[in-house]
Nanobody
């Protein structure tokens, strides 16, 4: 059974940092592109970052997080990470990771599957 489990969310003050983790199981992790999305009640899902399955591990970021967030993956241990810095109140959301079987970051398509998410709250 393909599964993605997120952790690392929590409450942080503006300007602070958090590192989210996504643990994968039940599929060949290194074949998949891994993306992070976020969603707030009443708003549409937002793409945050994506890392593809290529040797170069190409990355893409939404403009709202570029320069503040960094996505990474550890294919040996089937994990992906989202390092978030200089957090702002508008970054508050449920963050979840998702997988693309194509191996590429194809934002225009729905991911093949996703995790349940982890809450990030940025507040003083």
């Amino acid at each position: 059974q393909r599964q993605l489990v997120e952790s690392g969310g929590g409450l942080v003050q503006p300007g602070g940092s958090l590192r989210l983790r996504c643990v994968a199981s039940g599929f060949t992790f290194n074949y998949y592109a891994i993306a992070w999305f976020r969603q707030t009640p009443g708003k549409e899902r937002e793409r945050v970052a994506c890392i593809d399955s290529s040797t170069d591990q190409g990355t893409e970021y939404d403009d709202a997080v570029k320069g503040r967030f960094t996505i990474a993956r550890d294919n040996t241990n089937n994990k992906a990470y989202l390092q978030m810095s200089s957090l702002k109140s508008e970054d508050t959301a449920v963050y979840y990771c998702a997988a693309y079987g194509s191996g590429w970051c194809t934002w225009t398509y729905e991911p093949d599957f996703r995790g349940q998410g982890t809450q990030v709250t940025v507040s003083s």
